[in-house]
């Protein structure tokens, strides 16, 4: 497919932008229409955009999701994490099946698309369902297998045997060659994961390449029962028993909120990323002390994630930039921490750079991931700077076409099959939580 798109604003100016394939391949303000003929076999397939009264930027990478979950939006909310847990979230996850992850995940990429996001980083349940939703909806997806052994010999047996099982049946699947996906490891925490499974696992990744994304240091309590158990803190165990030697620049720590001076100092070690959720920590009452700068300047890649719609309730990144960016001024007391060019790059081009993609800023040879705003939005009136304004003032209905890997898959706020997703997340909702 071939885009081009004429006299948009970037970074200020107009310009087009020509997107050949996957990537973009030109920008200049005389860069020549593509012309009828030029590109054999897709005289059908060129699309050009009038890019008057159109800002663009890039998409949002999302690091730390559970789509399905977002089928549990607003079940449950605001009692305690355990009652919560036990009493609405784990009986009603018993109930879970292909058909309902496969229409969950598909709720989730259709608002994932809506809001601008081309890359998001799941953890759940029933993975192949998942990919093929990311397959149907056309974005990009690391699609980890998530699990727990409670410290039971027989259960991380199981645990291993089903992760190594739907690794072989994925490199056997048709998505085994997709562009757009990516398996992941995805232990669900240290202290739901015995030590000998996160390292086994952590193996099982390095020999293939693959990613381990897990949750890390989310609350203070799980902090002080690490202590507590083992005698150290959760980033100085995982790195004892040499899980953050094993995975380096693939391993993806969510939340990573409550840290000492030496677990920052060992995460940049290891150039490891981690995964801020602003609006899911200050929901669950985790806490809001993220130390970003602190991160960013041992070397560590931070990315930003919205974490499941059970505790974030929208996928919406654009929200969560915002968030994000005014907790670092608010905590620090300081109006220049975290200024809007720094919260998109890290919500956009960290998150694609965790994930080994180059893509998240507008520039020749990059994926082309990106989206277009309408600047006639009230949050772009008056445009006296367009990226303060998408990040403090927009909200996502500004967001009118977004391009994933070269592919517009919402043009004019439309997402193909909006309707059927829509209904369909209705219909299996009555099978998840009314058993
Ligand atoms: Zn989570």
Redesign the pocket.
């Known amino acids: 497919m071939v885009i081009f798109i004429k006299d948009v604003l970037l970074n200020g100016e107009k310009t087009s932008i020509l997107i050949e394939n996957e990537s973009i391949t030109g920008i200049g303000k005389n860069l020549s229409m593509p012309v009828s003929g030029t590109y054999p076999d897709s005289d059908n397939d060129t699309k050009i955009i009038d890019g008057n009264g159109l800002a663009v930027f890039p998409t949002f990478a999302n690091m730390?999701?559970?789509a399905a979950m977002t089928l549990f939006r607003g079940y449950g909310d605001d009692h305690p994490l355990q009652e919560w847990l036990n009493q609405w979230i784990w009986p009603a996850e018993r109930n879970l099946d292909d058909d309902i992850v496969y229409w969950g995940t598909r709720l989730a990429c259709l608002e994932m698309i809506k809001s601008g996001t081309t890359l998001f980083n799941d953890?759940y349940f029933f993975p192949e369902a998942a990919m093929r939703a990311v397959h149907d909806s056309g974005i990009r997806a690391m699609i980890g297998f998530t699990g727990f052994d409670f410290f039971n010999p027989e259960s991380a047996d199981k645990l291993k045997k089903d992760i190594s099982d739907w690794y072989d049946n994925y490199s056997k699947s048709e998505f085994q060659n997709s562009k757009l996906m990516i398996p992941v490891v995805a232990p669900h925490a240290p202290y739901t994961v015995s030590g000998d499974t996160l390292l086994w696992l952590a193996d099982f990744a390095a020999e293939r390449g693959m990613h381990y994304h897990i949750?890390m240091s989310?609350t203070a309590g799980e902090v002080t029962n690490s202590i507590e158990q083992y005698g150290i803190r959760p980033y100085i165990r995982l790195e004892k028993l040499g899980v953050l030697d094993r995975c380096g620049d693939r391993f993806i720590g969510?939340?990573s909120l409550h840290l000492d001076d030496d677990e920052i100092k060992i995460l940049g070690q290891h150039r490891a990323a981690v995964v801020h959720?602003p609006n899911?920590n200050l929901k669950l009452g985790s806490g809001y002390k993220f130390m970003f700068n602190e991160l960013r300047d041992a070397g560590v890649n931070v990315t930003l994630?919205t974490?499941?719609c059970s505790?974030s309730n929208n996928l919406d990144m654009l929200e969560a930039s915002k968030t994000m960016a005014l907790l670092q001024k608010g905590w620090r007391g300081d109006p220049t921490a975290m200024p809007a060019s720094e919260a998109i790059q890290v919500a956009s081009a960290n998150g694609f750079k965790a994930a080994g993609l180059n893509a998240g800023k507008i520039s020749v040879g990059t994926k082309a991931d990106l989206l277009l705003v309408n600047l006639d939005n009230i949050g772009f009136v008056p445009n006296n700077d367009t990226l303060s304004n998408f990040i403090y003032a927009a909200h996502s209905e500004s967001i009118d076409t977004v391009v994933c890997n070269g592919r517009i898959v919402m043009s004019n706020h439309h997402v193909n099959d909006e309707r059927t997703i829509k209904d369909e997340a209705r219909r299996v909702v009555q099978k998840l939580l009314c058993k």
């Open positions: 730390h999701t559970h953890m949750h989310e969510a939340h959720n899911s994630g974490d499941g505790s």
